[in-house]
């Protein structure tokens, strides 16, 4: 599975827009990237999942440029309730779905 | 509503006796898996089912046994837990199509003494 990196940390406020990066050089040509959101002694929760370009849902934006070996991940209009841990994945949809390897994600604390 | 089940969500247990945490969801997926959270170490894989009666070991499988005969439950067994194995679990389920979407129980913290 393709390794990733993330910083370990990040700041905001309440209403700015946060963009998470995501490194992943090592992408395959059959990976896809996903990413999870944890609050505090909670089971992780997908957010997002994307294979190039952009993704987008009611809850974030994916941007992947073409070559892939980066993500970014963007929180619209953030509030406190965001802050959370933030994972990004990579891996295969045939193996990553029962094998789900996480990093050391990224804490985002959303301030007043 | 569609969600994965674990009991109990606390458990204070001493060395070496045997243990069941119990894991269940109700989305007929065919994945389910344990992961172990532990700071500074980030979330670990334990074993993975990928169908009833299919079970394999994940990244950290020492002292830990599941059995999947049905579909929807997948426990967790420490038959003789240490110290060692204090952390804070997580069971996870998803589709058997390839989706990296997986529901996560709300977890089960345990501690041995």
């Known amino acids: 599975l393709a390794k990733t990196t993330q910083p370990i940390s990040m700041d905001s406020y309440e209403g700015q827009e946060v963009n998470i990066t995501c490194s992943h050089n090592?992408?395959?040509?059959?990976?896809?990237i996903t990413w999870y959101q944890q609050f505090p002694s909670q089971g992780p929760r997908f957010i997002i999942q994307?294979?190039?370009t952009k993704v987008t849902n009611e809850v974030a934006s994916l941007f992947i440029p073409a070559d892939r070996k980066s993500s970014t991940l963007s929180l619209p209009r953030v509030s406190l309730s965001d802050t959370a841990v933030y994972y990004c994945?990579?891996?295969?949809?045939?193996?990553?779905?029962?094998?789900?390897?996480f990093g050391g994600g990224t804490r985002l604390m959303v301030k007043p | 509503e569609a969600q994965v089940t674990q009991n109990p969500r606390y458990l204070i247990t001493v060395t070496g006796k045997k243990l069941t945490v119990t894991c269940s969801q109700n989305?007929?997926?065919?994945?389910m898996s344990w992961y172990r959270q532990d700071p500074g170490l980030g979330l670990r894989q334990i074993y993975y089912?990928?169908?009833?009666?299919?079970?394999d070991k994940g990244d950290v499988p020492e002292g830990y046994k599941v059995s999947r005969k049905e579909k929807r439950n997948f426990p967790l067994i420490l038959e003789s837990p240490s110290p060692n194995q204090t952390s804070l679990y997580f069971c996870?389920?998803?589709f058997g199509d390839g989706s990296t979407e997986a529901f996560f129980g709300q977890g089960t913290r345990l501690t041995v003494v």
């Open positions: 989305m007929n997926h065919e994945y």
């Open positions: 994945l990579v891996g295969d949809r045939v193996n990553a779905g029962n094998m789900l390897t």
């Open positions: 994307g294979y190039k």
């Open positions: 090592n992408i395959a040509t059959n990976d896809y």
């Open positions: 089912s990928m169908n009833v009666e299919v079970t």
């Open positions: 996870a389920s998803s």
